[in-house]
T-cell receptor
Framework: SQQGEEDPQALSIQEGENATMNCSYK?????LQWYRQNSGRGLVHLIL?????REKHSGRLRVTLDTSKKSSSLLITASRAADTASYFC?????????????FGKGTLLTVNP | NAGVTQTPKFQVLKTGQSMTLQCAQD?????MSWYRQDPGMGLRLIHY???????DQGEVPNGYNVSRSTTEDFPLRLLSAAPSQTSVYFC???????????FGPGTRLTVL
């Protein structure tokens, strides 16, 4: 079963606008990660946030994590056409000897020039 | 570094045929994994390995076998291909555990 679920499923914005995607998950986690996938390509790691962190930045990316609500958000500021891609969250559940990373179904972001 | 490489890029099989999808990494990563990606389903974990000689099942292991005889290689075997195995397969590796994953370019498999 999917641990993480992204919302919305699809998002279309104009270049220069900000894009926000959300991820909800079901069980306690160690880490939450965000990945980008350009059409037909492999996934590329964007950012990892640990369960004891609340916010993390990387360039134009800002990730927040609310463990009480079991949710995370990815904000891309000043979007560019090159940001057009699918974005996935991935979690690894805490507890035991868990080595499994579970991905959500993704948000398809389209940035129109 | 080549990173994570996968071969072949494309493959067409007939139902019942067997084949091996190759995955190799040159980053000395202990953790390697295989995912399949189907439309609208995201990525689902097939098998993973935490080091040479150690493998375990993921979410959708049926119909697939793996082995890990070296740190570098993690092949995925389809024993008797079925149309339900038509998918895009991704191999990934990380230094340790389900941390930052480095993905290969994928293998697009069609089973007729």
């Amino acid at each position: 079963s999917q641990q993480g679920e992204e919302d919305p499923q699809a998002l279309s914005i104009q270049e220069g606008e900000n894009a926000t995607m959300n991820c909800s998950y079901k069980t306690s986690i160690n880490n939450l990660q965000w990945y980008r996938q350009n059409s037909g390509r492999g996934l590329v790691h964007l950012i990892l946030i640990r369960s004891n962190e609340r916010e993390k930045h990387s360039g134009r990316l800002r990730v927040t994590l609310d463990t009480s609500k079991k949710s995370s958000s990815l904000l891309i500021t000043a979007s560019r056409a090159a940001d057009t891609a699918s974005y996935f969250c991935a979690t690894d559940a805490s507890g035991g000897s868990n080595y499994k990373l579970t991905f959500g179904k993704g948000t398809l972001l389209t940035v129109n020039p | 570094n080549a990173g994570v490489t996968q071969t072949p890029k494309f493959q067409v099989l007939k139902t019942g045929q067997s084949m091996t999808l190759q995955c190799a990494q040159d980053m000395n990563h202990e953790y390697m994994s295989w995912y399949r990606q189907d439309p609208g389903m995201g990525l689902r974990l097939i098998h993973y390995s935490v080091g040479a000689g150690i493998t375990d099942q993921g979410e959708v292991p049926n119909g697939y076998n793996v082995s890990r005889s070296t740190t570098e290689d993690f092949p995925l075997r389809l024993l008797s291909a079925a149309p339900s195995q038509t998918s895009v397969y991704f191999c990934a590796s990380s230094r340790l555990g389900p941390d930052t994953q480095y993905f290969g370019p994928g293998t697009r498999l069609t089973v007729l």
